[in-house]
């Protein structure tokens, strides 16, 4: 684990005590070039004693398995027939056998299973860290949720592979014990009762070579199936909206056709050859009674040693039949390491450089200076961007939709970081501080209100999860949510419902606001926050925020002129570029971009208010 991991990181916001945040015992080796199994082994290595016990326990327990049908034979042979021993003897061995085995197997059972549940939750609290610490362009280009449901399943598959491979490869050592002691009997007979074992090869890898791919292809169409009704039920009110229920119905058809296909040649494969297989031992049972018989007859075997016989052709399939699963697991267990590897060797290049500084009570100084930025290496959106807010300042940045607004303010948290110049708080370089304090002391409300399926009270806490309701009230109060929420059923202990879908758009903003604002932090920014809130409640939203916190830096990313008029100072950005600034009267004045600019955003705008303020203030220019 890179020292930098959530697990030792600066922790501003609260987190509670007690905590739960047990790092991961062990990780995989990091270094890309070596071997899959290689850059596994540390997972594995770190139980290395447990597991090696639960290996040897194996043995014994199939080697007290093997030595059954010898036993046996002896108490036929010696104890019934020739009486040449007491029969209690026998029954006593035979009975000390079963018991070890079965005492050895419970433990190996259980010690391996644990190891594979350990291994399996190491590797997904290292790949669930490692996704909470890749930065926001890794989230614009990868499906975070695709991403996560397929760890799941490359994760099992791995898991499986390494904890119980060894185990089926134990086999093969009670295979050639059991070898042996068929040779020590009769060479021949050994002969005719391995005669089948090629035919149960065969037809274990045939069955295996229809049902693998074809259950990876279930798989594949399962997810397919769940997709096309997740998406359904997250997007109800769209589907629900266009009427378009037939269609998605029609699609979910389609795709439960082809899950059927699936599912039915995939169960054809194992009618047919799942029988044969099971079966082939029992062909070899005749075998050996067959030459058995006669030899017996003959006087060259005893009885004993058919019983033995009978026994051990039945044991030996076992190992063959998971051989060729062995190599199909392994082939599988490769390509999902290989899907792992491709996350957790994705680095992040937002990080703490090493010495980076806590920013501490900062002033709230914010500098964009020289500042050119492109998402993912594309054009700049930015462009030489030079702008300065003092502390406790409150601007208004204005500009046509995709004029780079946004991007400001995801560079001020530092979500992404600059191609060229520098972003500064209080005079130091954002990639200068640690992200944590950078995101503590600079808030985002963003546009698109994101709540979780909580309480009110712990949506609004989300940042201080040991706020006090006194608190959370108090942010509620400054966001204009306190009314609202009084007046729900529960209070502030009311449940949000799934992203906050019974709530209002204008009530799910008010809450974010609350949540940002209860993590006071020195600079706010409100991208087109308010966009859903009436002008009224929207003046008492600025006028409380003024109130109580009359030093914060303030930037208002917004649309409406209401919103606008609240800033001491209006930015224009057009192009990426500051093309003009001044109080909202004197660029009205002087400047006719701004006049068209805000012609063009006010329409887009709702507000009629603002629509016709526009209106007079192009047309009285
Ligand atoms: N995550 C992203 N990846 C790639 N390009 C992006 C990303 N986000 C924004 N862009 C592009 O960057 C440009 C500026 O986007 P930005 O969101 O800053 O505009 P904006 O001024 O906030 O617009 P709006 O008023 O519509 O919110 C746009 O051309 C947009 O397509
Ligand atoms: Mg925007």
């Known amino acids: 684990m890179d020292p930098d991991g959530p697990w030792s990181s600066f922790e501003p916001l609260g987190v509670p005590d007690g905590h739960d945040t047990r790092p991961p015992r062990a990780v995989i080796d990091p270094r890309a070039d070596r071997s899959w199994l290689r850059r596994m082994w540390p997972l594995l290595a770190a139980r290395r004693v447990r597991f090696g016990g639960a290996l040897v326990a194996a043995l014994v327990a199939m080697v007290a398995g093997v030595m059954i049908p010898r036993v046996t034979m002896s108490a036929i042979d010696d104890g019934l027939r020739a009486r040449t021993r007491p029969l209690e003897d026998f029954v006593w061995i035979l009975a000390g056998l079963a018991l070890a ?3 050895l197997t419970y433990w190996y059972r259980t010690t391996l299973y644990t190891i594979a549940y350990d291994f399996e939750s190491d590797l997904r609290t290292s790949m669930f860290g490692h996704l909470t610490r890749m930065d926001f362009a890794f989230y614009d280009r990868v499906q975070a949720g695709q991403l996560i449901s397929r760890a799941n399943s490359d994760i099992r598959s791995v898991q499986m592979f390494l904890t119980f491979t060894p185990l ?3 086999n093969l050592v009670s295979f050639a014990v059991a070898i ?42 399962q997810a397919e199936i769940t997709t096309i009704v997740d998406e359904n039920i997250q997007g109800v009110r ?3 909206g266009f009427a378009a229920e037939e269609r998605e119905l029609r699609k979910l058809a389609g795709a439960a056709t082809r899950l059927r296909w699936a599912n039915v040649k995939l169960n054809d494969a194992r009618a047919r050859w799942g029988p044969l297989t099971e079966n082939l031992p029992r062909l070899g049972l005749a075998g050996v009674l067959l030459y058995g018989g006669v030899l017996a007859i003959d006087g060259v075997v005893s009885i004993g040693a058919i019983v033995a016989f009978n026994a051990y052709v039945v044991l030996l399939q076992m190992p063959f039949r998971f051989l060729s699963f062995i190599l199909i697991m392994g082939q599988r267990a490769s390509a999902s390491a290989s899907r792992i590897f491709e996350v957790l060797d994705e680095r992040p290049t937002v990080t703490d450089r090493p010495g980076a500084i806590d920013l501490v009570s900062p002033r709230g100084a914010v500098e964009f200076d020289g500042v050119t930025f492109g998402y993912a290496g594309g054009e700049p959106v930015l462009r030489d961007l030079s702008l300065r807010i003092e502390p406790g300042e409150t601007i208004a940045i204005v500009g046509r939709t995709g004029s780079g607004k946004s991007t400001v303010a995801r560079l001020l ?6 191609q060229q110049g520098a972003v500064r708080l209080d005079g130091h370089d ?6 944590a304090s950078v995101r503590h002391h600079v808030g985002v409300v963003l546009d698109d209100p994101f709540l979780f399926s909580a309480s009110v009270h712990d949506n609004i806490a989300f940042a201080r999860p040991d706020a006090d309701r006194a608190s959370v009230e108090r942010a509620a109060r400054a966001a204009q949510a306190d009314g609202f929420v009084r007046e729900l059923a529960d209070g502030y202990d009311a449940v949000v419902g799934e992203r906050g879908y019974d709530l209002s758009g204008g009530q799910r903003q008010r809450i974010s606001i609350a949540r940002t604002l209860l993590a006071d932090p020195a600079v706010l920014v409100l991208d087109d926050a308010t966009s859903a809130i009436d002008v009224q409640v929207e003046q008492q939203i600025h006028a409380a925020l003024h109130g109580v916190l009359g030093t914060r830096t303030t930037v208002l990313i917004a649309h409406r002129l209401s ?9 224009l950005l057009d192009d990426g570029r500051v093309v003009a600034q001044g109080t909202h009267a004197e660029l009205l004045a002087t400047d006719a971009r701004y006049a068209a600019v805000l012609a063009q955003v006010t329409s887009d705008a709702a507000g009629d208010d603002a629509r016709d303020a526009a209106a007079e203030a192009v047309a009285g220019e």
Do not use: C, E
């Not at 954002?430 to 992200?435: C, E, K």
């Not at 919103?563 to 930015?571: E, F, K, P, S």
């Open 101 to 103: 085995r079965a005492v």
């Open 168 to 170: 089926i490869s134990l």
């Open 180 to 221: 042996a002691l068929m040779l020590s009997i009769h060479v021949g007979l050994t002969l005719v009762a391995v005669a089948t074992l090629p035919f149960t090869y065969v037809s274990g890898s045939k069955l295996r070579n229809i049902s693998f791919p074809m259950s990876w292809i279930v798989q594949g169409r």
């Open 238 to 240: 769209v589907v629900k």
């Open 413 to 418: 948290t530092r979500f992404y970081d600059v």
């Open 430 to 435: 954002v990639r200068d501080l640690t992200l």
């Open 563 to 571: 919103t606008i008029a609240l800033a001491d100072r209006v930015v």
